[in-house]
């Protein structure tokens, strides 16, 4: 016998005789059997999962079984994007190539007139803004003002999200710039005829979204027109806007080309391609161009394009497509989540951040970065999309290169995804809506509800003029609308997705009948089911009304867990506050298929338990028959025994503890850190630190006390003894202290507390999940503080993901261990240290271009300097050979 089973007795045998015989495993493996017996009974018959099988194979005549190959998915979806891309380079290079033959033709005029230079200022007309064409200023003794030009056709763009003009193009001058300089007046007049390159590239493909021209004067020129944001209601109320400081416009003038992820107020994640443009203009006859940069030109890709090249409605919410770049960051993933649409910076989100990093996946990256195809199927972590559990999975990654371009692009499979349904219940709408009779069309409408549940439906692209929406019952009324009123074979729909819908549609109204012949179940509050086709149907209709889940099945967290777990998965409701607070707990089982030799998870069934009831069964189920001890089990509120339901994630599901009723879905952590602590220890749970690099904080608060300027350079040692440091500081500040003093004038002002609140910034947080260790069920143990001892006994409950725990209560034990937290929480990230001493692999360019035989550098090499004063210069040295002696003096003294 071990000693901690000898001490486990020795401590039970001392704690039964003052209050009772703590239970014995046997006892608490019997509570545990018939908690799981009643559970598991209770879910099957209110799910009716038996008979959704049935209904499956009864209407097996209206669907097929497809394998999904997943080299030939990749190629396809690969060369897809490879063309889409080529697209975008054809009509970015067609527009660096006719800006640079612009600018040759152009003719240099030193006296433009801005009165004769009609454009649309994008800033024209904006409350929030004031143009410079309002106030132009003198010149020559003459008043300049140029009239403003505001299209009349502005008109919302669904795909830009906005009020554009095809018609024109739109202006950007930053503020610190005058817009009736000779140089910003010649710049509008050659880059005015860009206006026809762009129109034509979107004529060409009417897909393209924003073509920008950046100008290395600063002025922005972009098509479509559309007016600039207004800012009345920003913080600072001041455009700060500047196309030069834009980090697609910095990595595209140091590039030959380049590409990198951006987020886009409007359209969200977009790629934007670059090519620079230079100056080509000869110095003279036979003498070679000086290769000045002109700006940048920038096209961008929406990553909801590439999206829709890469559909992934046929291997279910577990299988994606994902992209990497030679640097190995993601272009492309279902992880790629950033939570704002105001980031400054490029979007970089490496592979092995975005999922749980393992040596297979190193090797992975490794190689799709160098361009190979392959296949490699591994056992691997995988986060839940609500970021609160860790499973195990088997997925299959199949990779291959984007030609063309420098992505390469893979597909994640798990097993149960290699085949999948396609319904065969008619080649047009108006079959498939009619393969059941009227009933499939009649249980989606809202009026229907009563008869045939709560429904959604998930918001995907069926037809490309059917918008997703998600307002629910908005949309399913405009879909059923749709499939009503257009022809029967409309090309405008993919008629495989509106299919699956419908034929998921007519098999859960057959089951939904099912139910309502049970109904209703003790202990059930409402039963759902949820299908890969992208219908959800809740029962009873108020019931439904409360439904917290998306209408998309795919993102649904407890769905794509059913898939993954052969387990009846028990979630609990998020905690949030213990306030108002009425926790809840969904049970869900994926159903297996069996067709042929084949097996599919075509669906997902569940119910909402009654929290009240199964607390009462839960608390009869585990209590000693006959008992007259203080320790008789797991009575309401008992003050020896505190009894627990956890989950495999460490969240409370069930208490006998008053205290607690209202801690459903609270971390165990958080309420009994002792025994969490210990069940980390004993190997039940183990956790997973993983960082999420993007997150957003509130930034953090600058000490604002003192009363200097904001923009003040502090010199360091280095500068002062520098004297050439001191001639041109002396010029900059003098220059900076009269445009900021014209600028504003409340810039010499000390900083005070009320300045208004900023947004917040990007930031590391750093999370735990906890999930089971091992297969073993049963654990036991003991908690020991400076004045007593606890004892406690876990048992999992078999074919779930429950855990039951019985402890005695702390009886003046308080617990020392510090509180444990599963939510993210800010971080400084990983040590740099070790990620140095442990670079990822990157792919550096095929070429360096250091030199070009065509190129005059010689203005690179002038140089010109501020000759400081020669009696400055002196009685700065003198000053400093006074302050080192008088120094060396008074050490000598001392």
Same mark, same amino acid.
């Given at each position: /016998?071990?000693?901690?089973?000898?001490l486990?007795?020795?401590?039970?045998?001392?704690?039964?005789?003052?209050?009772?015989?703590?239970p014995?495993s046997q006892?608490?493996?019997?509570?545990?059997?018939? /908690?799981?017996?009643?559970?598991?009974?209770?879910?099957d018959?209110? %799910?009716?999962?038996?008979?959704?099988?049935?209904?499956?194979?009864?209407?097996?005549?209206?669907?097929?079984?497809?394998?999904?190959n997943?080299q030939?998915?990749v190629?396809?979806?690969?060369g897809?994007?490879?063309?889409?891309?080529a697209?975008?380079?054809?009509?970015?290079?067609r527009?660096?190539?006719?800006a640079?033959k612009?600018?040759?033709?152009?003719v240099?005029?030193?006296?433009?007139?801005v009165?004769?230079?009609?454009y649309?200022n994008?800033?024209?007309?904006?409350?929030?803004?004031?143009?410079?064409?309002?106030?132009e200023?003198k010149k020559?003794?003459?008043?300049k003002?140029?009239?403003?030009y505001? &299209?009349?056709?502005?008109?919302?763009?669904?795909d830009?999200?906005?009020d554009?003009?095809?018609?024109?193009?739109?202006?950007?001058?930053?503020t #610190?710039i005058y817009?009736? !300089?000779?140089?910003?007046?010649?710049?509008?007049?050659w880059?005015?005829?860009?206006?026809?390159?762009?129109?034509?590239?979107?004529?060409?493909?009417p897909s393209?979204?924003?073509?920008?021209f950046?100008s290395?004067?600063g002025?922005?020129r972009?098509?479509?027109?559309?007016?600039?944001?207004?800012?009345?209601?920003?913080?600072?109320?001041?455009?700060?806007?500047?196309?030069?400081r834009?980090p697609?416009?910095?990595?595209g003038?140091a590039?030959p080309?380049? /590409?990198?992820?951006l987020?886009d107020?409007?359209?969200?994640?977009?790629?934007?391609g670059?090519?620079?443009v230079f100056?080509?203009?000869?110095?003279?006859?036979?003498?070679?161009?000086?290769?000045?940069?002109?700006?940048v030109?920038?096209?961008?890709?929406?990553?909801?394009?590439?999206?829709?090249?890469?559909?992934?409605?046929t291997?279910?919410?577990?299988?994606?497509?994902?992209?990497?770049?030679p640097?190995?960051?993601?272009?492309?993933? &279902?992880?790629?989540?950033?939570?704002t649409?105001?980031f400054?910076?490029p979007?970089?989100?490496?592979?092995?951040?975005?999922?749980?990093e393992?040596?297979?996946?190193v090797?992975?990256?490794?190689?799709?970065i160098?361009?190979e195809?392959g296949?490699?199927?591994?056992?691997?972590?995988l986060?839940s999309t609500?970021?609160?559990?860790?499973?195990?999975g088997?997925?299959?990654y199949t990779?291959a290169p984007?030609k063309?371009?420098?992505?390469s692009l893979?597909?994640?499979?798990?097993?149960?995804?290699?085949?999948?349904i396609?319904a065969?219940i008619?080649?047009?709408?108006?079959?498939?809506?009619?393969?059941?009779g009227?009933?499939?069309?009649?249980?989606?409408?809202?009026?229907?509800?009563?008869?045939y549940?709560?429904?959604l439906?998930?918001?995907?692209?069926?037809?490309?003029?059917?918008?997703?929406?998600a307002?629910?019952?908005?949309?399913?009324?405009?879909?059923?609308?749709?499939?009503?009123?257009?022809?029967?074979?409309?090309?405008?729909?993919?008629?495989?997705l509106?299919?699956?819908l419908?034929?998921?549609?007519g098999?859960?109204s057959?089951?939904?009948?099912?139910?309502?012949?049970?109904d209703?179940?003790?202990?059930v /509050? !409402?039963?759902?089911?949820a299908?890969?086709g992208g219908?959800t149907?809740?029962y009873?209709?108020?019931?439904g009304?409360?439904?917290?889940?998306?209408?998309?099945?795919?993102?649904l967290?407890?769905?794509?867990?059913?898939?993954?777990?052969?387990?009846?998965i028990?979630?609990?409701?998020?905690?949030?506050?213990?306030?108002?607070?009425?926790?809840?707990?969904?049970?869900?089982k994926?159903v297996?298929l069996?067709?042929? #030799?084949?097996?599919?998870?075509?669906?997902?069934?569940?119910?909402h338990?009654?929290?009240?009831?199964?607390?009462?069964?839960f608390?009869?189920?585990?209590?000693?028959?006959?008992c007259?001890d203080?320790?008789c089990?797991?009575?309401?509120?008992?003050?020896?025994?505190?009894?627990?339901i956890l989950?495999?994630?460490?969240?409370?599901v069930?208490t006998?503890?008053i205290d607690?009723?209202?801690?459903?879905?609270?971390f165990?952590?958080?309420?009994?850190?002792?025994?969490m602590?210990?069940?980390i220890?004993?190997?039940l749970? %183990?956790?997973k630190s993983t960082y999420?690099?993007q997150?957003?904080?509130?930034p953090?608060?600058?000490?604002k006390?003192?009363?200097?300027?904001?923009?003040?350079?502090?010199?360091?040692?280095?500068?002062?003894l520098n004297?050439?440091?001191?001639?041109?500081a002396?010029?900059?500040s003098?220059?900076?202290?009269?445009?900021?003093s014209?600028t504003?004038p409340?810039?010499?002002e000390?900083?005070?507390?009320d300045?208004?609140?900023?947004?917040k910034?990007?930031?590391?947080?750093?999370?735990?999940?906890y999930?089971?260790e091992n297969?073993?069920?049963?654990f036991?143990?003991?908690?020991?503080?400076?004045?007593?001892?606890?004892?406690?006994?876990?048992?999992?409950? &078999?074919k779930?993901?429950?855990?039951?725990?019985?402890?005695?209560?702390?009886?003046?034990?308080e617990?020392?261990?510090?509180?444990?937290?599963?939510?993210?929480?800010?971080?400084?990230?990983?040590?740099?240290?070790?990620l140095?001493?442990?670079?990822?692999?990157r792919k550096?360019?095929?070429?360096?271009?250091?030199n070009?035989?065509?190129?005059d550098?010689?203005?690179?090499?002038?140089?010109?300097?501020?000759?400081?004063?020669?009696?400055?210069?002196?009685?700065?040295?003198?000053?400093?050979?006074?302050?080192v002696?008088?120094?060396?003096?008074?050490?000598?003294?001392?």
């Open positions: /016998m071990d000693y901690s089973l000898c486990f007795l020795l401590l039970a045998t001392v704690s039964s005789e003052s209050s009772g015989q703590f014995t006892m608490i493996k019997e509570w545990v059997d018939q /908690m799981q017996k009643d559970l598991i009974a209770l879910t018959t209110a %799910t009716g999962m038996q008979d959704l099988i049935e209904i499956y194979h009864k209407h097996r005549k209206h669907f097929r079984v497809e394998s999904n997943a030939e998915l190629a396809t979806a690969a897809n994007i490879e063309r889409l891309l697209n975008r380079s054809e009509a970015l290079k527009l660096a190539t006719e640079e612009l600018q040759m033709q152009h240099w005029q030193d006296d433009s007139d009165e004769k230079i009609n649309y994008a800033k024209d007309g904006l409350s929030g803004i004031e143009s410079e064409s309002d106030t200023g020559d003794g003459k008043e003002k140029r009239i403003p505001i &299209p009349e056709d502005f008109s919302f763009d669904p830009f999200k906005r554009v003009s095809y018609n024109t193009t739109a202006v950007h001058i930053p #610190d817009e009736g !300089s000779t140089i910003i007046l010649n710049e509008l007049n880059t005015e005829a860009l206006e026809d390159v762009f129109r034509k590239n979107k004529e060409e493909d393209l979204l924003w073509q920008v950046g290395a004067t002025l922005a972009y098509f479509p027109a559309s007016p600039w944001m207004d800012l009345s209601k920003s913080q600072n109320k001041i455009d700060l806007y500047d196309v030069r834009r697609w416009y910095i990595q003038a590039s080309k380049d /590409m990198l992820i987020v107020a409007e359209l969200g994640l977009v790629i934007t670059t090519l620079p100056n080509k203009t000869g110095i003279g006859s036979k003498k070679p161009q000086n290769q000045l940069i002109l700006g030109m920038a096209i961008d890709v929406s990553l909801d394009d590439i999206r829709r090249l890469t559909p992934q409605y291997f279910g919410p577990n299988g994606y497509y994902f992209a990497i770049d640097n190995g960051y993601v272009l492309l993933h &279902p992880n790629l989540n950033p939570q649409a105001k400054h910076e979007v970089t989100l490496d592979f092995l951040d975005a999922e749980i393992d040596d297979i996946k090797q992975i990256r490794k190689q799709m160098q361009g195809t296949s490699a199927t591994i056992s691997t972590l986060k609500d970021k609160r559990y860790i499973d195990r088997q997925r299959m990779f984007v063309g371009t420098d992505y893979a597909l994640v499979l798990p097993e149960y995804s290699m085949h999948y396609r065969t008619g080649d047009t709408i108006t079959q498939a809506k009619s393969f059941l009227k009933n499939v069309s009649e249980s989606l409408m809202a009026d229907k509800f009563d008869e549940g709560y429904t439906i998930a918001p995907r692209d069926y037809c490309k003029d059917l918008k997703p929406d307002n629910n019952t908005e949309f399913l009324k405009r879909f059923n609308d749709y499939i009503d009123r257009k022809t029967p074979n409309n090309p405008m729909c993919n008629v495989d509106v299919n699956r419908l034929l998921d549609a098999i859960t057959d089951l939904i009948k099912i139910w309502k012949e049970n209703p179940i003790n202990g /509050m !409402s039963r759902y089911v299908t890969e219908i149907r809740v009873p209709t108020s019931n009304l409360d439904w917290t889940g998306q209408a998309e099945t795919y993102d967290s407890f769905y794509k867990r059913s898939l993954d777990n052969d387990l009846y028990f979630t609990p409701t998020v905690f949030e506050n213990i306030s108002q607070y009425e926790g809840s707990v969904l049970v869900s994926a297996n069996k067709i042929d #030799d084949t097996t599919l998870k075509p669906a997902v069934v569940g119910v338990l009654d929290i009240d009831m199964w607390r009462e069964i608390s009869n189920t585990s209590q000693r028959k006959s007259k203080e320790l089990g797991c009575t309401i509120g008992d003050k020896n025994l505190n009894c627990y989950d495999d994630g460490g969240f409370l069930m006998n503890q607690h009723f209202n801690e459903i879905g609270k165990f952590g958080e309420i009994d850190p002792c025994i602590r210990s069940l220890n004993s190997s749970y %183990t956790n999420n690099y997150s957003l904080c509130d953090k608060k600058e000490d006390t003192s009363a200097g300027l904001r923009s003040v350079y502090v010199p360091t040692i280095a500068d002062i004297l050439g440091w001191w001639a041109t002396a010029a900059w003098v220059m900076q202290q009269l445009v900021v014209i504003l409340n810039f010499g000390a900083a005070t507390d300045a208004p609140d900023v947004e910034e990007v930031c590391i947080k750093e999370e735990y999940q999930y089971f297969d073993s069920l049963s036991r143990g003991v908690i020991d503080t400076e004045k007593c001892s606890r004892l406690y006994h876990a048992e999992r409950l &078999p779930t993901n429950l855990v039951f725990i019985v402890a005695e209560t702390e009886h003046g034990c617990c020392q261990e510090k509180i444990l937290k599963q939510e993210e929480q800010e971080s400084q990230g990983p040590d740099p240290c070790q140095a001493s442990e670079p990822r692999y550096g360019p095929a070429a360096c271009f250091d070009n035989s065509h190129e550098n010689a203005d690179c090499g002038g140089v010109s300097g501020l000759t400081p004063s020669l009696w400055l210069v002196l009685s700065l040295q003198l000053l400093l050979v006074w302050v002696t008088d120094t060396r003096h008074h050490a000598i003294l001392s």
